[in-house]
């Protein structure tokens, strides 16, 4: 056998040390190398895995060899080739800080301000901000903003992150309560009030000045022996053999020539941000991989009169730089193009993709949603190619973007730089784009648009368009352009263009990515922008060099009215700003008490330095196997065979686990865990692999052969399961009143319709579970993200058939879980826990982002119709509502979902008649589950629906008809719950008057009269939101508390940490019982074997019911220690623990709380399903570009009851996130499918949460003061999930200005409401003369 040939030395630095690898993996990234060393380096936070959520996100520091100063920037990790890295410095968030060390001042404040919670992207968002210090150690806001455009957090909200970086910025005061007129240092210590002040409001949640200062002198040096190496560079090509790919990275550009000829089909990489990603998802593979980074030529910068011509190697970052200086050199004039790229640049992903992905990389992708392309072959740039036979240019036009041959490179050729010309007097460029949102998000539809005037006239002379996102590939429709020649710059024109655009880009029906019609609108949109934008510019040339009428056309280029000219404003990106009120604690609560006051996260300083330990961090076990799902790619079918020979062939494959390998119970009947004979939806998990290592078995799953038989019926929607009277459960139903009389008697009836998409629940850690098989005993430990480790417990005893006492599950934390992690983690860890069992093995299985969100499911889509009847004056008398979910191939969750929804249904109103009716639908596809409001979210959006149908019948604002439904004394619920509306009141009245409600809606009604193109909407939104769960034995809780003869505490209890803070509740609970700091306390995980036969973490309720449970087992303990204390009054808690030893009392015990009591009979409709609920109001402001479907949000306040808050950051933190995600719920979350069933939406590139640029303008949180309940731990309430519902404040406020827009242009009230609110449902619905156009064309 030949020898293998021997790779280069790849050296590189991490965190200042020194790193030789001598057998490299080109295949393998930045991500898989950190997690690999995980001995060496501290381990770095998967979540996506193509540079989507910032997760991974580290610092590179580089010798830039044409400035010659080092560059540090960020990248994500996950997507840079290990062997990118030779001569670079890498430092994670590890080398900036540690708690065992010293923390660095980013890590500080981000804990410390409250900007984690789960913690999972804390580490991505240090290393954000800490590149933007060590680049600018004074930051402006607007920098800040952008350094974390590319991280997402689910947890937050944001606005506690943002709030930490603002304390570095040159602008901030660190003043919280900008827009109040006061400020904080006005208030007292601890940010309470002085004394006898307004109800003692506090608005301070973290003290600021006692933050470390920032000291840039501080920080890692590069290191000398890379300067050195940079200052003479290795000329020499270096090349890393791996086992399948080879990687070649040459010195020179001769040598990079020469290698095109020897390998023609090798690409080149550079970022990696195109390559990465189609090499991963689309199975793309190249064998060699030639990377030209260390080639000076592909970075040169030259500017000539003419233009500027920039080498394709530089970074998408420096080319924003690049054209920010030569805008600034230039007169306006010459520098449109320019100035076009640069607006894209902005919005083009985030940081750590501009830094990684290369313009070459980017031009040659020709990816058909390219902001920049289109803009590039307007302005006509050139390609600059060189190769072994010498260079020649071409011109980036709509031939070389579609690929064809005769315009495209030759293999052996390379993109050496673009040249990009300057723009001229009477020319201009403009650049377009519409995403799903503002920041980090694909376009639906980019554009470039130029135009050349006949110098002094307003007579086309060259004209050029071109779009992406409307075909396979990047076009310009030159014909249009052409017969437009010569025209002058009038409406005739723009009627004529948008006409010939219509016919020339065509876009089928079938058009992959759909949305057809709004694509097509936003042609014709973006072209009349362009149209208002270039007049505005025309008339101040006309005006500037005085041309005579008769150079223009006859109509003189025709006035812009000021209320149309809001058409030509893009929304900018605004930095939030809020403030956050909350009660102090009473004045005669001692000091030490740490109830009510807004402690830290316990873990925060842990997730800001990655020490925090997650299911994956923990070390791989002696022997430790890899498993792989293998799941079905029909929707429903017949399996006929498994075959899994070739499979088992490939190396490092040690087996495949399959239905027969259980020993036990394989699910439940109609719930398998691995598919037996059938499968119901794409997506069912039908076996899995296990091999060595996670590469051998990911490629082992492609080699997996199952034949199908396909079956009837296939059921993907909620309305072809009512067709096929497909349902997992029977119906729920709930009346009051007499419905039918009532509707005979009012004044008017609506009729109308709903319809709520479902929500993937994108927590940042998915799914994970690590199987211990221990020595003896058949015992196993069970390490698994989960919010119920019980329930995981009982299904790996049920599968395996061994007692539960021989299996413990251990939960450290969570990395968010949403109700995600509720149910499903038990399938996880069944499966994995048959294949440790077969293979005596431990198993270690991790969901990749695309498998977790198409196997697990998410919150139940939802179509509701509903019929009210009412008087004219808004009085509801009558309410029918019958509700469907997809509850899709199992039952799951789905019949407690749909009895929560109908149970919930009539939110804060009381209505005398009502029929609620509600049914889950069984689907073909993946079961829906457990999510965050669990049914609120998707049914009171009917019921709220209803009132603003209703409002808009009698010609009354909405908020009229929610204050007279609305609850008003103290009455029954639909169930008969009694209850008192008081809160919900106070909370209503004070969302009114803190957003000043009533002037502000007058405002908004004179900026519509203003603006036609641009309309603002508001809305406020009462809720009333039930806690728990409707049965006593599910409220039950225990915990257990020793106390250890040092004094130290350790308290365990059932609740596990999802990042919601529980574990720092319990302490504090904890600490106010046994009177000790908090100091003394720890809390190292929940497990089975300390409490067991835990109830989920779940209900909003978790908090709750522990609390009570560890205040039971402190207040035994205190009961136990009395009479040592009494005897020693003066002595310390050690002196009295010590005593407590010597007589021989127990200082452990066992706390419980039995639970509320809270039934529901069905078959009465009567009961007291929950112990209590909580209450507030939000109000939200919206404007909405009629033209795009864009919106901005504007402001929103949020009065929320927690009663007497535990702690009311963490409280305030749940709000905030919780409505985020709701917001998210309500306008950019969309799942897509395939006609087949398949889920398209399977990374954050196709579904999109709420990014940072999403947060309100303003965003204002108070906790309703002096609110009081008697029936919860020290008067507190549970706020995990009531927030989401709050984000359909944002949703009315946008169906208010869409109302608004289709009032004024007479267009016929529609009652179908839809959620998501996207730009496509906005655009849509602002029907205006360009939909008519298109909806006139399609029906040609
Ligand atoms: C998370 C994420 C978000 C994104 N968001 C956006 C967005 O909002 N808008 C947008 O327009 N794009 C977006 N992109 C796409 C991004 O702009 C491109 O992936 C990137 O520009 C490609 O550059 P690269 O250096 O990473 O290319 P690579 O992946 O390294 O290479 C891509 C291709 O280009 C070829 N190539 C590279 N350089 C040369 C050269 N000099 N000569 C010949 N061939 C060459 C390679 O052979 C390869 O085939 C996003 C990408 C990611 C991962
Ligand atoms: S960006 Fe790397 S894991 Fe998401
Ligand atoms: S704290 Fe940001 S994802 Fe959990």
New binding site residues.
């Given amino acids: 056998m030949p020898c293998p040939p021997r790779s280069d030395e790849l050296v590189f630095f991490v965190n200042g040390r020194k790193v030789i690898e001598r057998n490299v993996d080109p295949e393998g990234t930045l991500l898989t190398f950190l997690r690999k060393n995980w001995t060496l380096f501290t381990k770095i936070l998967y979540a996506c895995g ?3 959520c910032g997760a991974c996100t580290v610092m590179v520091s580089k010798n830039d060899p044409v400035s010659k100063k080092i560059r540090h920037f960020s990248v ?1 990790a996950c ?1 840079v080739p290990i062997c990118s890295l030779y001569g670079a410095a890498v430092t994670t968030v590890e080398g900036i800080g540690s708690i065992k060390t010293r923390l660095h001042p980013v890590q500080e404040r981000i804990a410390k301000s409250h900007g984690t919670q789960c913690g999972f992207c804390t580490p991505g968002m240090v290393m954000s901000m800490y590149t933007l210090l060590r680049n600018h150690p004074q930051p402006s806001e607007e920098q800040l903003m952008e350094a974390l455009g ?1 991280n997402l957090c689910r947890c937050t909200g944001y606005r506690p992150i943002l709030e930490s970086g603002r304390t570095f910025c040159t602008e901030s005061d660190g003043c919280q309560q900008k827009g109040t007129g006061k400020c904080c240092l006005d208030w007292g210590e601890n940010g309470a009030s002085p004394r006898g002040r307004e109800n003692d409001i506090c608005t301070k949640l973290f003290a600021k000045e006692e933050f470390q200062p920032l000291d840039p002198t501080q920080e890692l040096v590069f290191p000398p022996e890379l300067l050195r190496m940079a200052e003479n560079p290795e000329k020499r090509t270096l090349t890393f053999y791996g086992e399948r790919v080879t990687w070649i990275s040459p010195g020179t550009l001769k040598d990079l020539l020469e290698l095109k000829v020897k390998h023609p089909e ?13 090499m991963k998802s689309q199975g793309r593979f190249h064998p060699i991989l ?1 990377y ?1 980074a260390r080639i000076s030529e ?1 970075t040169m910068v030259t500017k000539t009169s003419e233009g500027l011509t920039i080498g ?2 530089c ?2 970052a420096q080319v924003k730089d690049i054209l920010a200086e030569r805008i600034s050199e230039l007169p306006e004039e010459k520098t449109q193009t320019y100035r076009a790229l640069l607006k ?1 640049l902005k ?4 940081p750590q ?2 830094n ?10 020709r ?1 058909s ?5 289109p803009i590039l072959a307007v302005g006509g740039a050139t390609l600059n ?1 060189i190769s072994a036979e010498g260079t020649r240019q071409i011109p980036l036009d709509e031939s070389f973007l579609a690929g064809l041959a005769s315009a495209d ?1 030759k293999p052996e ?4 730089s673009v040249h990009i010309p300057h723009s001229r007097k009477w020319e201009f460029v403009s650049a377009f ?1 519409q ?1 799903q949102c503002q920041q ?4 639906h539809v ?1 554009a470039g648009m130029r135009v050349l005037f006949k110098e002094g006239t307003d007579s086309i002379e060259a004209l050029s368009v071109a779009y ?1 996102g409307v075909a396979a590939a990047t076009v310009s429709p030159q014909k249009s352009c052409q017969q437009l020649l010569g025209r002058h710059w009038n409406e005739p024109m723009l009627d004529e263009a948008c006409r010939l655009l219509l016919d020339e880009v065509s876009l089928p029906g079938s058009a992959p990515g759909g949305q057809v019609e709004f694509r097509r609108t936003l042609v014709v949109s973006f072209l009349f922008k362009f149209y208002l934008e270039v007049l505005q510019e025309l008339k101040k040339l006309v005006k500037l060099f005085s041309v005579p009428v008769s150079a223009l056309d006859s109509q003189c280029l025709p006035d812009i009215s000021d209320r149309f000219l809001s058409a030509l404003e893009d929304f900018p990106v605004t930095i939030p700003q809020g403030v956050q009120t909350y009660q102090s604690v009473d004045p005669q609560q001692p000091p030490r008490d740490p109830v009510g006051h807004p402690i830290m996260h316990l873990s925060g300083l842990k997730h800001a330095t990655g020490e925090a330990v997650f299911c994956d961090d923990i070390p791989v076990a002696d022997k430790e196997l890899f498993m792989v799902l293998v799941t079905s790619s029909r929707a429903h079918a017949k399996i006929i065979s498994i075959d899994f020979s070739e499979a088992l062939e490939l190396p490092g494959v040690v087996d495949v686990i399959t239905a027969e390998d259980i020993p036990g119970t394989n699910g439940a009947e109609d719930d398998k865990l691995l598919a037996v004979d059938e499968v119901l939806c794409v997506g069912q998990i039908v076996c899995a692999v296990v091999a060595e290592t996670d590469v051998q078995a990911k490629r082992a799953v492609e080699k997996i052969k199952i034949t199908y038989e396909d079956l009837e019926p296939v059921i993907f929607t909620i309305q072809d399961a009512i067709k096929h009277n497909s349902f997992l459960c029977p119906e729920k139903k709930l009346e009051q009143g007499n419905i039918e009389e009532a509707f005979e008697k009012v004044d008017q009836i609506v009729e109308g319709e709903v319809h709520v998409g479902g929500q993937e629940h994108f927590y940042m850690e998915t799914q994970r579970v690590l199987v211990i098989p221990k020595m003896e005993d058949k015992e196993l430990d069970i390490v698994v993200s989960t919010q119920d480790p019980a329930h995981v417990q009982k299904t790996v005893s049920s599968t395996l058939n061994i007692p539960l006492n021989r299996i413990t599950c251990h939960v450290k934390r969570v990395g968010g879980g949403f109700g995600g992690k509720v149910g499903r983690p038990a399938v996880f860890g069944a499966i994995a826990a048959v294949g440790a069992v077969k293979t005596g093995r431990p198993i270690r299985l991790v969901l990749d982002r695309e498998d977790d969100m198409l196997i697990t499911g998410g919150r139940h889509p939802l179509f509701g119709k509903y019929k009210v009847g009412f008087m004219n004056n808004g009085r509801i008398k009558a309410l029918d509502i019958e509700c469907y979910i997809n509850g899709g191939c199992t039952l799951d969750d789905s019949e407690l979902v749909t009895e929560f929804l109908i149970l919930k249904l009539e939110n804060a109103y009381k209505i005398r008649n009502l029929r609620f009716r509600g049914r889950a639908c069984m689907t073909n596809l993946p079961s829906n589950t457990a999510f965050r409001g669990f049914g609120f979210p998707q049914g009171t959006l009917v019921t709220e629906s209803c009132i603003t149908a209703v409002a808009a019948k009698c010609g009354l604002p909405p908020e009229k008809i929610r204050e007279k439904n609305m609850y008003k004394t103290v009455d029954k619920t639909i169930y008969k719950q009694a209850f008192s509306p008081e809160t919900l009141i106070r909370c209503w009245n004070e969302c009114l008057d803190k957003s000043s409600f009533h002037s502000r809606r007058i405002q908004v009604e004179e900026f519509n009269k203003k603006n036609y193109w641009k309309k603002k909407g508001i809305a406020i939104i009462p809720m009333k939101f039930s806690v728990g769960f409707a049965a006593t034995s599910y409220h039950q809780a225990a915990a257990l508390v020793h106390i250890y003869t040092d004094g130290s505490v350790l308290v365990t209890h059932g609740g596990n940490e999802l990042g919601q803070g529980i574990h720092t509740k319990m302490l504090q609970v904890a600490s106010r019982e046994l009177k000790i700091p908090m100091s003394y306390m720890h809390i190292c995980e929940t497990s089975t074997a300390t409490v067991p036969n835990t109830i989920a973490t779940a209900a909003s309720i978790g908090a709750d019911v522990n609390g009570r449970a560890v205040q039971n087992a402190c207040q035994i303990l205190v009961k136990r220690l009395e009479p040592i204390i009494k005897k020693n009054p003066e002595g310390t808690w050690e002196d009295w623990i010590e005593a407590a030893f010597e007589q021989r009392i127990s200082l452990s015990a066992t706390g419980y709380f039995r639970g509320y009591k809270a039934f529901m009979d069905w078959d009465r409709g009567e009961g007291d399903p929950f112990p209590y609920y909580v209450y507030g109001a939000a109000c939200s402001e919206v404007e909405i570009d009629c033209l795009t479907g864009a919106h901005k949000k504007i402001r929103t306040d949020i009065v929320m009851d927690a009663c007497c808050s535990l702690n009311p950051a963490i409280d305030i933190g749940q709000i905030e996130g919780s409505f985020i995600q709701g917001m998210g719920l309500y306008t950019t979350e969309e799942l897509k499918y395939s006609p087949e069933g398949v889920l398209y939406s399977r990374s ?2 196709e579904y999109k949460i709420p990014a940072i640029t999403d947060v309100p303008e303003e965003f204002n949180v108070s906790l309703l003061p002096s609110s009081q309940t008697p029936l919860t731990i020290y008067s507190s309430k549970g706020l995990g999930e009531s927030g989401m519902f709050l984000g359909s404040s944002v949703f009315f406020a946008i169906a208010d200005a869409v109302a608004t827009v289709r009032t004024e242009r007479d267009i016929a009230e529609d009652f179908t409401v839809q959620s998501p609110a996207t730009p496509e449902w906005v655009r849509m619905a602002c029907v205006d003369r360009f939909t008519e156009m298109v909806w006139n064309y399609s029906s040609q």
């Fill in positions: 193509r540079g989507g994500t997507l590319g090798a690409p080149l990489i550079l970022g990696n941000t195109s390559l990465g990603p189609a030639l030209p592909l394709a190697g970074s998408l894209h919005s083009l992903a985030g993709i501009r990684m992905a290369s313009l070459g990389g980017h031009i040659i992708s990816h949603y390219s902001d920049l392309n190619l490179l050729e390379i993109l050496e784009r995403a980090s998000a694909l376009a980019s992406g954050p590139d």
